[in-house]
């Protein structure tokens, strides 16, 4: 057998009396002697005299002490000689450890610990027996008669909190007195249970719950239970208990699944009824957990009048490599008021996302949205979203550079859809290869040839095939683009009329300071356009019409531009003598770009033509590219003189009441901004319109104010109105080469004007909301954005959320104005707000609405209601008015193994 090591670890002098030196070592002796099969090692506290050493003794196989060994400290030595306890026993106490060498029982106290290879206990009285291997555990009554150190058993990872515990090293059974032990989410409560070899317990009069309290708020209650372990639970005639209450829902028996790994299974369907297709059975099937990697469900639905569909949904992901999900939908509906006039009508929608997770170089992603454009008419979710999104699109690519080149390239696949007007494109393939930046004359260190080191270039080249089911005006009369049908018939016909090529690009560009303050930045851009394909426009006598004929040839054409910025930066501040403010400080950016680009339309570059349009000679000109997929060289020479000037206004206040010395940082403009163009080669109408953008905030920084304006600096004459048939004035008008203020009309008509207020009535999230717009803002700029689209993500305060703030109340009003020349003005206002508040930790209300101007009406109004129930939720949505109105409330339990114990009541839109 082998030798049993025991540790003995007192930190604390027992209440019991000290043995004097003598009797320690009377027992001592005695122990070596009659131990017939274990020892121990001790190791006294500091209080306790020490021993110089800890006896090992032998079993009973051995006569002799020459299996012995001696240890200093309480680490575990293992003696290799076989017997019936297989590994070391370690344990400790804090109050004492009593030895009877009658019975062989070892009885620890207050804080007991022993571990026995996988099995921990921790109690406050431990008994061991090493003559039939038991091993029992209870806690101890304090002075107030309350039971403390009740026993924690550990066996493989699995915890068991306990009233008692009998255990045996031996059989490795157990029987458990008022166990608690946590089986993945869920808790199973007992009064006795008996534990077997394989760690299957049958319980007796227990409770199965997900709930963590020491008194539960729900539970399947059963007098027989059977648990087996990462498998299921097996249970008898059961009901549920509410706040330790029986409920009248009983059961003759029930299996609940509780494997650590997925597992496959029958997915149970939820049944109803709806107006328009009849009562359903909806989202039955079956779940293949196909390995650790992947999975997938398969759903089916069908509908009492005639409709039905099936879906696939399949997850995957590969730790370190790549994730995502796939979802296929397939639907054949009956569509019609009655079961008399119904058509079938047959739709699918593919949904998939593929993410790389890998450091590599190479990325393969897609993201793909898309199916029938009646897909959301005839199938209606509780996804508001979804139904009313009218754009989808989709994208898949693979990325990759060139080793040891400075390439990379792109290979992709896009697609846009628009389900109101059925219009379809997709880009197959897309290809591009980019070089990165390249500095050729870097390594030049001259004093002021700091130009030449730093000037760099590039190359960009893109390709695509573009597949479009928009064919244009139809006829002579048309108003308006025909859209066929993207259909298997239809597609050779598509296929035919794709609109391919590529481009490349080539882009100079360097910078210097010019006199210390002012950089300089001229640059040269080279494109050159590849097509397969060029249109030749002649004029028909006989179709008194204009004719394109396409030719089938290998098509190039070339342009180039030139230009110089130059812009810097100026500060100036004032410090009033008097009142609150102590300085003003206004920073200036001005910008001046020049750019040169010559008449590509000019007949020497064989790329525009002037073609007769009708029999009264009238012409028009041509491009041979006309809708191409990269379009022409640019008609029209062009020398511009691009001027902006950006401008920062902010000052410092030092307030009445503000007993620091420190003055308060108040912003007046965030941005003040002009900016125009001067063509000085163009034959007429040289300068552009001047756009005007300023950005301030109001009220100690609670009112955000965007102002956006456009000014068109020429005159508008007035030939003549008409009255419409409808009644509505047609005016005929026209724009003359002479500016406003030659005219007396100051520096320009107001063309448009857009007003956007929005504020956070929350100061907490009103802050929150301009430090997350401010980053991402700069984040933008640093992307490349251009400024308009930074304008965007600043208009745009309630993209931002965060969860931090107790209450939030965002409004936003938007009010844009435009007038041309002597038309009327047309206005449109828009007022959108959102809200949400948590009343307490578990209460979360929130809303979204706005209001329509022109048709007086609120827009679509939503509000959410979530309650924590500790162990349960209950989520509340409900739209009270318009086309989407509808309810639903589910009241279920949190935790996913009983997800099917849930109460739903819900209205859908599309039952109104």
């Known amino acids: 057998m082998k030798s049993i090591i025991l540790h003995k670890d007192c930190k604390k002098t027992s209440n019991r009396k000290n043995p004097q030196n ?23 506290d500091s209080v306790i005299q020490k021993s110089d050493s ?17 240890t200093a400290s309480t680490d575990s030595v293992k003696v290799k000689k076989k017997g019936d306890i297989e590994t070391t026993v370690n344990y400790n106490a804090k109050d004492s450890i009593n030895f009877n060498l009658k019975t062989q029982d070892i009885i620890m106290y207050k804080d007991a610990h022993v571990d026995y290879g996988d099995i921990k206990l921790d109690a406050d009285k431990i008994k061991v027996n090493y003559n039939t291997k038991i091993l029992d555990a209870s806690g101890l009554k304090d002075t107030t008669d309350k039971i403390t150190g009740k026993p924690v058993f550990t066996d493989k990872g699995q915890v068991y909190q306990t009233d008692q515990i009998v255990y045996n090293f031996d059989t490795k059974k157990a029987i458990i007195k008022g166990v608690v032990t946590q089986q993945g989410e869920a808790f199973m409560h007992s009064n006795w249970t008996k534990k077997n070899e394989k760690d299957e317990m049958f319980s007796d009069h227990a409770l199965y719950t997900t709930c963590n309290l020491e008194h539960p708020h729900f539970g399947i209650a059963a007098n027989k239970i059977k648990l087996i372990p990462g498998d299921k639970i097996l249970a008898g005639p059961f009901n549920l ?24 299974g029958i997915l149970f369907p939820t049944y109803g009824e709806e107006n328009r297709r009849g009562f359903f059975l909806r989202d039955g099937g079956y779940y293949w957990a196909i390995n650790e990697y992947a999975d ?5 639905e069908i509908y009492s009048k005639g409709s039905y569909g099936v879906s696939v949904a399949s997850n995957y992901k590969k730790r370190y490599s790549y994730n995502g999900n796939l979802s296929i939908r397939f639907n054949q509906q009956r569509v019609g008021e009655t079961e008399a006039d119904s058509a079938i009508s047959r739709d699918f929608w593919v949904q998939w996302s593929h993410r790389p997770e890998s450091k590599g170089t190479g990325r393969f992603s897609a993201s793909v949205n898309g199916g029938t454009s009646s897909f959301n008419q005839n199938n209606p979710t509780q996804n508001y979203q979804q139904q009313v999104n009218a754009n989808f699109n989709s994208n898949i690519s693979y990325s990759n550079v060139i080793q040891g080149t400075p390439f990379n390239y792109a290979i992709s696949a896009r697609h846009n859809q628009n389900i109101r007007t059925n219009e379809i494109d997709i880009l197959l393939p897309e290809v591009a290869l980019n070089m990165n930046r390249q500095y050729p004359f870097k390594a030049v260190n001259v004093k002021g040839l700091d130009w030449l080191s730093k000037m760099n270039y590039s190359y960009n080249f893109t390709s695509t095939n573009r597949i479009t089911n928009n064919i244009g005006r139809v006829g002579p009369e048309a108003r308006k683009d025909s859209i066929a049908d993207f259909s298997q018939e239809n597609l050779p016909y598509l296929l035919e009329r794709a609109n391919n090529g590529g481009r490349h690009r080539i882009p100079v560009s360097t910078s210097f300071n010019l006199l210390k303050f002012i950089t300089a930045s ?16 002649r004029y028909s006598d006989s179709l008194n019409t204009v004719v394109i004929d396409t030719l089938n040839t290998f098509s190039r054409s070339s342009s180039y531009s030139a230009g110089i910025g130059f812009t810097t930066r100026l500060y100036g501040t004032i ?41 009264l000679g009238n012409t028009r000109i041509f491009s041979k590219y006309e809708g191409f997929v990269y379009g022409s060289p640019g008609r029209g020479k062009s020398g511009t003189i691009g001027i902006s000037l950006a401008n920062t206004i902010e000052m410092k206040i030092k307030k009445k009441n503000d007993t620091s010395d420190l003055p308060t940082k108040v912003k007046i403009f965030d941005n003040l901004s002009f900016s125009t163009s001067y063509n000085i080669i163009a034959d007429s109408f040289r300068l552009a319109p001047i756009s005007i953008n300023a950005r301030t905030n109001l009220f100690n920084g609670k009112l955000d104010v965007n102002l956006q304006t456009g000014i068109d600096p020429y005159v508008m004459v007035l030939d003549s109105i008409t009255m419409r048939k409808d009644g509505t004035e047609q005016v005929y008008q026209r724009k003359i ?5 030659e005219g007396g009309q100051g520096i320009g008509r107001l063309t448009t004007a857009n007003v956007a207020l929005s504020t956070n009535l929350n100061p907490a999230g009103k802050k929150s909301d301009d430090e997350n717009r401010n980053s991402l803002e700069d984040q933008a700029r640093q992307a490349g954005a251009s400024e308009d689209q930074v304008q965007a993500l600043a208009n745009n305060p309630d993209m931002y959320v965060d969860f931090d703030v107790p209450w939030n109340l965002r409004v936003r009003y938007n009010i844009r104005w435009s007038k041309q020349g002597f038309e009327e ?23 979204t609405s706005g209001y329509d101007f022109q048709r007086e009406d609120f827009t679509q109004t939503s509000i959410n209601i979530f309650r924590n129930l500790h162990c349960w939720q209950i989520n509340a949505n409900w739209v009270p008015f318009g086309r989407f109105q509808s309810f639903s409330v589910d009241i279920g339990v949190k935790a996913s193994i009983l997800q099917d114990l849930k109460l739903n009541r819900r209205r859908s839109w599309w039952d109104n």
């Open 22 to 44: 003598n009797l320690r070592r009377y027992i001592l002796s005695i122990f070596i002697i009659v131990a017939p099969f274990f020892g121990f090692a001790q190791e006294a």
């Open 296 to 300: 997938m469900a398969i759903r089916g």
């Open 737 to 741: 080469d002479q500016y406003a203020w």
């Open 575 to 615: 410090y009033p003598k008097n009142g609150p403010v102590k300085a003003v400080r206004h920073i200036m950016t001005p910008s001046v770009n020049l750019n040169w680009r010559p008449d590509f339309g000019d007949e020497q570059y064989g790329i525009y033509k002037e073609v007769q349009t009708d029999s």
């Open 54 to 70: 800890s006896q090992i003794l032998t079993d009973s196989t051995s006569s002799t002490l020459a299996d012995s060994k001696i």
């Open 825 to 847: 003005a047309t206005i449109q206002q828009t007022m959108n707000f959102s809200g949400d508040i948590n009343f307490t930790e578990n209460w979360k209300v929130g809303f």
């Open 522 to 537: 001229p640059s040269f851009n080279y494109d050159e356009v590849w097509y397969l394909r060029e249109l030749n426009h």
């Open 241 to 264: 208990e509410i706040t330790e209450l029986p409920t009248p829902f009983l059961f003759p028996f029930g299996m609940f699944p509780m494997p650590n790994n997925k597992t496959s």
